[in-house]
């Protein structure tokens, strides 16, 4: 099987770094203030960039988007480092037909076979998917979703014009029977009557949940069979609602980033992807900068234009209370479905897996500069004595 630069394969990487804590500075009264501290607070990491790279940071108004900014350029020229065995320094970062960052060796005008990358972030997380070691043209997407990033502002909106107009909000990028997903299929609630299960009223009292702070009387089956009428709190319903409308919103754009087309593309309305629940995170975390791994969800009913997706492989993980990540892979038609293999999603130790290989490169770099330097002067100073020798016996 064909391998990436010598590396067994085929393989899929997945990384992400979590930039909350990274660099403080000093509260400014203007935001782009911020960002100028940054520039010397960050010097050594953004050394590592070209100076266009630099800029693209630099230009944000906001710190948050110019550290994620920052780190996904340096996972992208990482996994390039790493998986094609070049310098750091000759990890470019290119751009294809479709404008996904992509790696074109010098020399070369396409693409190597068997290795892409996509890199996403949000509110301060950044995630970055490889393939590598494939057969053939292989396509990756990545996503990052965070719930409560806009949790206000959607709360306001719900509470005055219903959960129903939240989502017609997001008309334009769904198919319509994603809509009508989101809006009316029910959600796992936490019942709180052991071995009860819902009925046929009870789903659709909580289906048609639009508000929060508001009750709701739902009709039970007991384990014995018997009705039993519960009062709810429509919030946690809500909730439950909101977290499913983001996790389908994450498969969605992990989908579009692998397709390399934008949230714009004409074919939007006709990619269907259903039966999504949302992973739950994992139970008893109570530190809000966790990002624990919770339940992996791997089973989507994806169409696009009425037909079944079967090249698609999709995985989407809870991480922490109000994180989740999707990767979407296209299978090449060199390779089964089996051979696709997610994995979990690693965090990496930004100074030992990202600076320090950056930095021992470049390194490597400057030792074989030096060596060519010391090699010329040697060769300089031989030809000039053989030059002195030929004079004096003349």
């Known amino acids: 099987m064909a391998t990436t630069k010598g590396y067994p394969g085929p393989r899929i990487i997945q990384w992400y770094v979590d930039t909350r804590r990274m660099w403080p500075v000093p509260k400014q009264a203007k935001p782009k203030d911020e960002v100028l501290l940054f520039k010397n607070v960050a010097a050594r990491e953004l050394s590592l960039l070209t100076e266009a790279e630099q800029d693209s940071v630099l230009r944000y ?7 994620t900014k920052l780190v996904s350029h340096l996972l992208k020229h990482l996994i390039i480092t790493k998986y094609q065995s070049v310098p750091w320094s000759k990890s470019t970062i290119s751009r294809d037909a479709k404008k996904k960052p992509c790696y074109v060796s010098e020399g070369s005008t396409t693409e190597p076979l068997g290795f892409a990358f996509n890199v996403s972030h949000q509110a301060g997380v950044v995630a970055l998917i490889a393939a590598i070691g494939f057969q053939g043209r292989i396509e990756v997407g990545v996503d990052v979703v965070c719930v409560n990033e806009r949790i206000k502002i959607d709360y306001q909106h719900i509470d005055k014009h219903g959960f129903f107009d939240w989502v017609d909000m997001h008309g334009d ?16 609630v936490d019942l709180r009557v052991k071995g009860a299960e819902l009925s046929g009223y009870g789903r659709d009292a909580i289906s048609r949940v639009q508000r929060r702070h508001e009750r709701i009387a739902v009709k039970l089956t007991g384990k014995n069979g018997e009705d039993i009428e519960l009062q709810m709190q429509t919030d946690p319903i809500i909730d439950s609602k909101l977290r499913r409308f983001y996790a389908m919103w994450c498969l969605r754009e992990a989908y579009v980033k692998m397709s390399g087309d934008a949230l714009l593309a004409p074919w939007l309305k006709e990619l269907e992807i259903l039966d999504v629940e949302s992973p739950d995170a994992k139970e008893g975390i109570k530190d809000e900068w966790s990002l624990e791994k919770g339940e992996v969800v791997r089973q989507f009913a994806t169409y696009m234009k009425g037909r079944v997706m079967r090249d698609v492989k999709t995985e989407m993980t809870a991480m922490g209370v109000n994180y989740m990540m999707s990767g979407s892979i296209r299978v090449p038609k060199e390779h089964q479905m089996s051979d696709v293999v997610f994995g979990d999603w690693l965090e990496l130790d930004f100074e030992k897996d990202v600076l320090a290989i950056a930095e021992e490169s470049l390194a490597g770099d400057l030792a074989r500069e030096q060596r060519k330097l010391d090699l010329a002067i040697d060769q300089g100073l031989s030809s000039l004595s053989t030059s002195d020798t030929a004079e004096t016996i003349d």
């Open 61 to 67: 108004y906001y710190l948050r988007d110019a550290k």
């Open 173 to 188: 990028v769904f198919a319509p029977s994603e809509l009508s997903y989101m809006k009316l299929a029910p959600v796992a």
